[in-house]
Each structure stands twice: as C-alpha cells, then as structure tokens.
C-alpha cells in the first residue's frame, strides 16, 4: 500500500523521466502492449525498436515469471509508435499492488492513451476450445488486493473510479471485428482474477462459473483497474492455454500452458498488429 504519495509520484517520474531521456529525439508512443505468454515474438516485429532492460529503470521491478523476459521496447508496430512490456509483474512473484501496477502510472505519465493487455488463462466456459482467443469484456476481481487501496493520488484520477467500461467497448469491438476479418476464432468473456501461484481448485471454479466468469489467470484486473484510474483507455485479450480445474481431469501444469500459448502465438501475434492499425489514438 502506498503511505508516502510524494515519494510514489517521484519514483514514477524518475523512471519516466529515464524512459524519455532513452527515447530522446523520438515521438513518445500512445500506446503501450503488454506481451503476455506467447506474445513475445511480437518484439522482435516491432521496426526501429530500442530495447530498455527492466533492472536499468530507475523504481522498475524485475519480472520473474516464466517466458517473461523483462525489458521494456519502444518501437513501430504497423507504422505506429508503441510501447511493448516484454514481461509483467504478478502479485504471485511477492510484490505489492503498487509495485504490479508501477508500470502503468508510468506509462500514464509518459502520456500513453491505450493500453492492450494480454495473458493466457482457464477456460471455465465449456464451449470455449484450447488455444481460443478471447477479448475482455469485464472482470471478477473478488480474490484480489485492493489496486488503490491507500491514499489517493489525486494527479493519477479521482478516488471512486467508475468500473463500469474498465474494458473500452470500441477498443474490444475494434480487437473482435478484427479477428473476424482475420479469420481468427474469438469470443467474448469475463475474466476472473486469481492472486496464485497455485492453480484454481475445482470448487473455485464451479464457484466461478456460477458467478460468471469465462475464463480465470494471475495478471491482467491490477493492471487495468490501474489503468482506468488513470483514464488509460484498456483493451485485453485472453488466450485459452488449458480448460481450469476439474473440466478435463488432467493435472494442471506450466507446461501445458506454455506449450499451447505457442500454438497460438502466431494468430495472436498477427491480431495485435492488425488492431494497433485500426486503432485511432
């Protein structure tokens, strides 16, 4: 939790300040990609890339997560400036929410408008297939640590963020109507946040069901309630790596997850840089 709000903002600048002394002479990008499981390829798409390492921003955490590589590339995706997140922060690696979502203010204060988050998740919907895309639609964020739990920091937004569009509708209808064009399988979904590392239980997720929620992963509401705190405009898109706990009857496993986040890694890839042309910003 955030005690000291002049340090939090001095911290975050520091590092936004660095971010642009790197990128000096270059147009600040206005959207910011988080590369989840399978995305990372998508890096090294990215023309004119510049490539900042997490542990060489000032205040940034250091991403431990499997398949998360760390490092922060600004560069052009389908002829526009973005920003990539080459690895995120889980509350599971033992960080506080604050430090989760410390790259979004920053990214915030560095002027980015759009935000597409993706990760890899459960299915809980039973018509949903291994490895389906899903866009976001809203969340179930019951199991996690309150984002902005603490003082607020007026300069970020105001105390009571409204929730109902964390996810903007034109920003998921321009992610779908662009697979459909793509010929890419996606649906619509609630994504139910899990603070792990362990998997869901079956209970939890017949629970879960019952609420809801279409599919369930470890990242992803932190960063978006962040995000809309700050009037950062948020798309995100799930891929399907394995049917949750208690659906197939198989042991749940990292391997598993990895393994079919490859396997659609291509489309997903192909689909985030066909949205990043569509998009207006």
Do not use: W
Not at 49 to 69: L, M, N, Q, W
Not at 167 to 191: C, F, H, K, M, W
Not at 209 to 215: P, T
């Amino acid at each position: 939790m955030i005690t000291d709000t002049k340090e939090f903002i001095k911290r975050v600048d520091g590092a936004a300040d660095h971010i642009r002394s790197v990128l000096s002479g270059r147009t600040l990008p206005a959207v910011c990609i988080v590369l989840g499981s399978g995305l990372g390829p998508l890096s090294e798409m990215a023309e004119d890339a510049i490539e900042i390492p997490y542990k060489d921003i000032p205040g940034f955490p250091v991403s431990t997560a499997p398949g998360h590589k760390g490092s922060l590339i600004a560069g052009n995706l389908s002829g526009k400036p973005v920003f990539m997140m080459n690895g995120r922060f889980h509350y599971y690696e033992g960080y506080p929410m604050e430090t989760v979502t410390f790259y979004v203010r920053v990214m915030g204060r560095l002027g980015v408008k759009v935000l597409l988050l993706t990760n890899a998740s459960g299915g809980i919907n039973l018509e949903m297939k291994v490895p389906e895309l899903v866009a976001i639609t809203d969340h179930l964020s019951f199991n996690a640590e309150p984002v902005l739990r603490g003082p607020n920091i007026e300069e970020f937004g105001t105390r009571f963020p409204d929730q109902c569009h964390v996810y903007d509708p034109e920003l998921t209808d321009t992610l779908v109507n662009s697979a459909r064009d793509l010929n890419i399988r996606i649906s619509r979904g609630v994504y139910a946040y899990s603070k792990g590392p362990q998997y869901e239980t079956p209970a939890e997720i017949r629970a879960l069901r019952i609420l809801g929620a279409d599919c369930v992963g470890m990242s992803t509401v932190p960063e978006a309630i962040a995000a809309s705190h700050m009037g950062i405009r948020v798309a995100a898109m799930s891929c399907i790596t394995n049917m949750a706990a208690g659906i197939s009857g198989n042991p749940l496993s990292e391997k598993e997850v990895l393994d079919n986040a490859a396997l659609a890694s291509e489309n997903s890839c192909v689909l985030v840089k066909e949205f990043v042309n569509r998009i207006n910003v």
